[in-house]
């Protein structure tokens, strides 16, 4: 169940920086707030929810993705709760047809984003199922094409491609009855 929530939840984050880009540059209060909603999603919600997911559905490897999903609690609160407890320099602007977060943070590095891949793209590639492997290997190419093209930014783009892309697990949860049962 938590699996097929994510396209869900994607279509919930993609309809609040759709807000964002409605009410952009209105309000500089509403900006930051529509943006705090989409960045929950980005930087909070998925490095707990892919792993936690994954661990309740691939129950050979659920000690990996329960740990993971513990780590990504704490770097999803690291990451999307200092804004609150400590100065964060933070900037909404539209660059090259798309919004750009700009964030200066200590997580916001090579290093940072690695820890982020570990706990939204490699859960997928550790799993079981060879449809799981198989989206995992989408989103990070998803990841590889948009830091190449949309680098500044990447933060709006890729989490739009991992949305498109999600309609996958949709459509699995609707057609599979055991992905589990699919191996390599």
């Known amino acids: 169940m938590l699996l097929a929530l994510i396209p869900l939840l ?5 309809l609040s920086e759709g807000f964002v880009w409605l009410f952009l ?3 500089a209060n509403l900006d930051q707030l529509l943006s705090y909603i989409f960045l929950f999603f980005a930087f909070f ?3 707990v929810w892919v792993p936690l997911s994954l661990g309740v559905f691939d129950h050979p490897r ?7 999903a513990f780590l990504g609690l704490i770097y999803g609160c690291i ?25 200066h943070h200590p997580l916001f590095n ?11 793209i490699v859960p997928f590639l550790v799993a079981k199922s060879l ?15 948009t830091a190449f093209f949309y680098i500044q930014a990447f933060t709006s783009v890729w989490c739009f491609f991992s949305a498109s892309i999600s309609i996958y697990v949709g459509y ?11 191996t390599l």
């Not at 994607?10 to 993609?14: E, N, P, S, Y």
């Open 79 to 103: 990451l999307y709760g200092s804004p609150f407890f400590y100065h964060t320099s933070f900037h909404l602007q539209v660059c090259e047809h798309s919004i750009c977060y700009k964030i």
């Open 10 to 14: 994607f279509g919930i984050q993609q």
């Open 131 to 145: 449809r799981i492997k198989i989206l995992g290997i989408l989103i990070g190419a998803s990841a590889i094409i």
């Open 45 to 47: 919600l998925w490095p």
């Open 62 to 68: 659920k000690k990996f993705f329960y740990v993971a």
């Open 25 to 27: 540059g209105k309000n």
């Open 110 to 120: 090579k290093w940072g984003v690695s820890f982020y891949f570990l706990f939204t």
């Open 172 to 182: 699995m949860a609707y057609k599979l009855k055991n992905i589990t049962q699919d």
